[in-house]
């Protein structure tokens, strides 16, 4: 069983295209939607004018004066005037609400072309403003102020797992060296340098303990983005081959802490356990995972929420290599999160972006050899919003 099988619809990612992320000064909101939206028409082979929908997904929170940006992409084209375009936010999600929710209008028979941007600006606002704007995606902490934002929220995690299960430094050192590793590979990733395991792993003058006991290195950056990708139902002859969506899943979890244990994840456990059941397919199908590693005990945990490894056993992946760039299973070889970087709404779509150019063979450095299959996790909140797709090459 697949997607087509139970829709009846193909669902096919037939262009794309991803700016660098980073602190990008001379960029605004609308210059990062625009080019990553022509990026993609013109990779999909595509006029401007065959666009039936465009679904943005950008989280904002303040963080930019235009609150209104459902339009931002009709600047790419005067054909694209009168489109129907939708903003639609779902915290760190946001990416990956707006690529389900063109995939939603596909498979309803409302449009045959979906042009899919994720964008965000963020680096050019205070601490200040980005952690409030952050934390208004926590239902405890929105509008309060904060020492350490998000970051202190998986530090509790983190406190939590080592309460239960013991230390994870080493660990989590482990995942940030991983991920930078792959992420010198990655032109588009703001953090290009491989920094090694006992850098990552150790507290110093340059990777000082943000929120006990994360260092800097187990937090992604801030980061300014887009990425943007083309959905439609047949092929549309473009510079790259289509790669299919086997399957996706989406499941939300309860804001209140209390209502939530820190480690089951159990959002992101439903989202993964649809997204396979749709795909009939299962971990030993897929040759390739990128998972939302907004902090590394993130990643920790998220091993273990998708099966992985038992609970509890996650730094043996670490140690026995499964998900590293030639294991059984690699994790974010884009470099994830931490060493791509995390421009809220532009990360659910760059991650299926950078899955797809894997299955379609044009990763260029970042390729790995013989992908067919991949997954792609993408979670708003502490795992709260949890999205999970399955392509496949075609």
Known sequence: MSLRDTFGTDVLLTGWGHTRFGRLDDESLESLVVRAASEALECAG????QVDEVVLGTFNSGMWPLAFASSLALQVSDHLAHVPATRVENACASGSAA???GVKSLLAGTARTVLVIGAEKMTHASAEVVGAALLGADYELAGRASTTGF?????????????RYGPVGDALGSIAAKNHRNGVLNPYAQLRKDLGED???????????????????????????AAALVLST???????DPVRLAGFGHANDFLPASKRDPLAFAGTVAAWQRAMEMSGTSLDDLDLVELHDCFTIAELVLYEAIGLAPRGQGARLLDDGTVA???????????????????????????????????????GPMQLEGAQRAAVHNMGGLAVANYVSVLESV
């Open 234 to 240: 047949v092929p549309t002859g473009g510079r790259v």
């Open 199 to 225: 850098f990552c792993r150790t507290v110093s003058d340059r990777n000082p303990v943000v929120a006990e006991p994360l260092r800097r290195t187990d937090c992604s950056p801030v980061s300014d983005g």
């Open 46 to 49: 595509i006029e401007p004018g």
């Open 151 to 163: 970051a202190g929220l998986f530090a509790d995690v983190a406190r939590h797992y080592e309460t």
């Open 325 to 363: 760039r030639n294991g059984r299973l690699p994790v974010n070889l884009s470099g994830g999160l931490k060493s791509k970087g995390h421009p809220v709404g532009a990360t659910g779509v760059s991650q299926h972006v950078l899955a797809a150019m894997q299955l379609s063979g044009t990763a």
């Open 99 to 101: 690529v389900h929710q």
